[in-house]
């Protein structure tokens, strides 16, 4: 069986001269090809805006941890809200 079907009853679709002088440049293609495959040259903490990133995911990490640690020891205490009725 088959996976692929050739069709030679339509016409032949080709790139419009916009669409090949778009891929010439390039400069522009290897500039982009390196930028997606290599890493990226300055570490995580040095770059600013990775760092607010990372720091802000370990405070939010620290302020959770904090919000768990009491709701546990409130558990524990047996603190049990009374609700005048």
């Known amino acids: 069986m088959r996976k692929y079907k050739v069709n030679r009853e339509q016409p032949v679709k080709l790139p419009s ?6 891929y010439k440049d390039f ?6 090809y390196d930028k997606i495959v290599k890493r990226p040259k300055v570490p ?9 990133v990372l720091l ?8 959770l941890a904090q ?10 205490n047996g603190a049990v809200e009374q609700v005048d009725e």
């Not at 995580?44 to 607010?52: G, H, P």
């Open 17 to 22: 001269k916009e669409a090949i002088e778009k």
């Open 27 to 32: 400069s522009r293609l290897t500039h982009d």
């Open 44 to 52: 995580l903490y040095k770059d600013k805006r990775m760092f607010f």
């Open 56 to 63: 802000f995911v370990a405070l939010m990490a620290i302020l």
């Open 67 to 76: 919000a768990a640690k009491e709701e546990e020891t409130e558990e524990e």
